[in-house]
């Protein structure tokens, strides 16, 4: 019996540490803006506490998932999940337009543009 076959190879070179790097970048750029700066228009204010607890992590490239957190809340705060969680109708937000699920609503609002950010970010890695 007779065979053909035909053998395609290339080698590509990158640096993956230049990819890790870009993905973190664009993650953690993505999770303060839109995100936590859209949470910040909409968390509930009294006395500002809450709203200055807010934070972003920075992500370490080297980590396995490579990953960010967006939060609220700290040992003088220990009331952001329930302020965030608090869907009691009769509640009079004293900040118009802020209210319950203020991290939630802007994630939940842009987690879809995350995949081609994330593209992006790889291609970028990849050019270097």
């Given at each position: 019996?007779?065979?053909?076959?035909?053998?395609?190879?290339?080698?590509?070179?990158?640096?993956?540490d230049?990819?890790?790097?870009?993905?973190?970048?664009?993650?953690?750029?993505?999770?303060?803006?839109?995100?936590?700066?859209?949470?910040?228009?909409?968390v509930?204010?009294?006395?500002?506490?809450?709203?200055?607890?807010?934070?972003?992590?920075?992500?370490?490239?080297?980590?396995?998932?490579?990953?960010?957190?967006?939060?609220?809340?700290?040992?003088?705060?220990?009331?952001?999940?329930?302020?965030?969680?608090?869907?009691?109708?009769?509640?009079?937000?004293?900040?118009?337009?802020?209210?319950?699920?203020y991290?939630?609503?802007?994630?939940?609002?842009?987690?879809?543009?995350?995949p081609e950010?994330?593209?992006?970010?790889?291609?970028?890695?990849?050019?270097?």
């Amino acid at each position: 019996m007779a065979r053909f076959d035909i053998k395609v190879e290339t080698k590509v070179n990158f640096d993956p540490d230049k990819v890790r790097q870009e993905v973190a970048a664009e993650l953690y750029a993505w999770a303060n803006d839109p995100v936590f700066n859209e949470s910040q228009d909409i968390v509930p204010v009294d006395t500002g506490a809450l709203m200055n607890s807010g934070n972003v992590s920075l992500p370490d490239p080297a980590a396995d998932p490579i990953s960010v957190t967006i939060g609220y809340g700290n040992v003088a705060v220990d009331y952001a999940l329930a302020v965030h969680e608090n869907l009691n109708a009769h509640v009079k937000w004293t900040r118009p337009g802020s209210g319950p699920k203020y991290l939630e609503r802007p994630f939940e609002a842009h987690q879809g543009e995350l995949p081609e950010r994330i593209k992006g970010a790889i291609l970028r890695g990849l050019e270097s």
